[in-house]
């Protein structure tokens, strides 16, 4: 989770790169608020992010704040109890929790602190979570090595891995996490590749440590998942400050909480 207060009026407009989680952002602002466009279609106010967002921007001006929180597929698919919301481009999150998303916009906007707001909202996720059946753990299994792989894995190889066929692999994953193996890698791939751009590295050497084909095949996949090229993604603001936000917490080994507002 992280949270984020914009406090100069101003005007935001910030290309949301694909991450491999399934992103809630939180609208707390007064007001307006942050309005959402991918491919012609708008939302205003809180959204579902799935995996492949496309060309996505955050627009707004003025003083505000949001409430940003990044969720494991596998998590996800409890949560918001429908594969449809992973995958997807954006959804409302009032189309996905009914009026219980704005009792929790109204919970979260009354508290008195961000770490308050982290409280909150981890108790809403869990209890959530828990209310849902998880996922098959030979998909969790595969989603996890397709991660810790940084998205360099044969899929054959996972069904073996889990002692399923190919054809039951394809069929379970993509239902219960709206994506198939394939393409997660590829996400996976991606969110090292976009990284790795963000860092100041050349877009040769990364095409080659993440093992793309070549350059061009780089520039092929960026543009599949952003609409952006390797030269725009490694300038992305939204990259710039994933340290900031979700350092590594180095007693867990994953993503932690940020109270600070960049």
């Not at 708008?42 to 921007?57: A, K, Q, S, W």
């Not at 044969?154 to 219960?176: I, M, N």
């Not at 603001?237 to 600070?260: F, N, T």
Request: hydrophobic content about 45%.
């Amino acid at each position: 989770m992280a949270g984020f207060r914009q406090r100069v009026t101003a005007l935001v407009d910030i290309a949301m790169v694909a991450h491999p989680s399934v992103t809630l952002i939180v609208d707390l602002s007064e007001g307006d608020g942050l309005v959402f466009d991918s491919h012609g279609r708008h939302e205003r106010g809180t959204v579902v992010i799935g995996l492949l967002p496309g060309n996505l921007r955050a627009t707004g001006r003025g003083l505000g704040e949001c409430l940003q929180i990044r969720l494991e597929p596998v998590a996800a698919a409890a949560v918001l109890g429908a594969s449809t919301e992973l995958s997807g481009t954006m959804v409302s999150l009032e189309d996905v929790w009914g009026r219980d998303a704005t009792q929790v916009e109204d919970r979260l906007r009354a508290a008195a602190s961000w770490d308050e707001r982290f409280t909150i909202a981890t108790e809403i996720l869990a209890r959530r979570q828990a209310a849902r059946p998880p996922v098959d753990p030979e998909v969790a299994h595969i989603w996890r090595r397709t991660l810790a792989s940084r998205g360099r894995v044969r899929v054959d190889g996972l069904a073996d891995e889990v002692g399923w066929s190919r054809k039951r692999l394809w069929s379970r994953f993509r239902s219960q996490l709206g994506i198939t193996p394939k393409r997660a890698a590829q996400l996976v791939r991606f969110d090292h590749a976009a990284h790795l751009l963000s860092a100041g590295h050349a877009a040769a050497s990364v095409a080659t440590e993440c093992g793309y084909v070549d350059q061009s095949h780089l520039h092929r996949e960026v543009k599949a998942f952003t609409g952006l090229t390797p030269t725009a993604v490694a300038v992305a603001p939204w990259l710039a400050i994933d340290d900031v936000a979700w350092p590594v917490c180095s007693r867990q080994g994953r993503v932690g909480c940020h109270p600070g507002c960049p």
